[in-house]
């Protein structure tokens, strides 16, 4: 498998995911993003993934930018992965911090209230852009796309999201609830570890 110069480090941590650790309930839960990514593989479209939480800080950023991550490494064509909120705050450092610390290179393109961030994964793949915004932004897709709802707030606030073919609930809980906490960094890189493990298995079903 070519990683299309996928930097090492990042190709090192999927490695050593384990998919054993998720259980059958989850696949389940998983099962309707495997099925939309396929549909779209199969009919030669483009997949467009946007994944939503409430504040576009944390859970929805990690998903993005891992989605795209492993659609690299399992040489998975046209996936274009994005994420918002129903509002829009910043992208949180400790979460940035995470993805540096595990293989991604992060450049700050600006040091505003709500940052904007250059997140790349591959030598020869464009830069993942990081920064908090509404679902609807214009930066996201209109429309033929997923919206994975990563959080349990935000899915019961957006009952309707307008544009989107397939409305898919696969929740994780908030690290936040460990900020300020001693367990903080294990926390949000457990987190970070569980989005990459369970969107491995997601990709890894994919035929082409």
């Known amino acids: 498998m070519t990683h299309n110069k996928q930097f090492s480090k990042i190709v090192e941590q999927i490695e050593v995911l384990d998919i054993a ?8 839960k998983l099962q309707p993003l495997i099925d939309y990514i396929q549909s779209k593989i199969v009919a ?3 997949v467009r993934l946007n994944f939503i939480c409430t504040h576009n800080s944390r859970r929805s ?14 040489n998975i064509p046209n996936v274009y992965s994005y994420s918002g909120g129903t509002e829009a705050t910043a992208l949180f450092p ?37 920064f908090s915004k509404i679902f609807d932004d214009k930066f996201n897709p209109q429309s033929n796309f997923a919206a994975i709802l990563t ?5 019961s606030a ?17 690290p936040k609830i460990f900020d300020n906490t001693p367990i903080q960094k294990e926390k949000y890189l457990e987190r970070s570890v569980q989005i990459a493990t369970e969107l491995f298995y997601v990709f890894n079903q994919i035929n082409l």
């Open 61 to 74: 950023h990690l998903s993005q930018v891992w989605a795209q991550a492993l659609a690299t490494y399992f």
């Open 94 to 130: 400790v979460a940035a911090k995470t993805l540096s610390d595990q293989g991604f290179e992060i450049t700050s393109l600006s040091n505003e209230e709500n940052p904007i961030y250059a997140i790349k994964h591959a030598s020869n793949e464009a830069a993942i852009i990081g």
């Open 44 to 46: 030669n479209n483009s």
């Open 21 to 28: 650790t998720i259980s059958t309930e989850r696949k389940k």
């Open 158 to 174: 957006c009952p309707f999201i307008e544009g989107a073919e397939k409305r898919i609930s696969i929740t994780f809980e908030d």
């Open 151 to 155: 959080c349990s707030s935000a899915d």
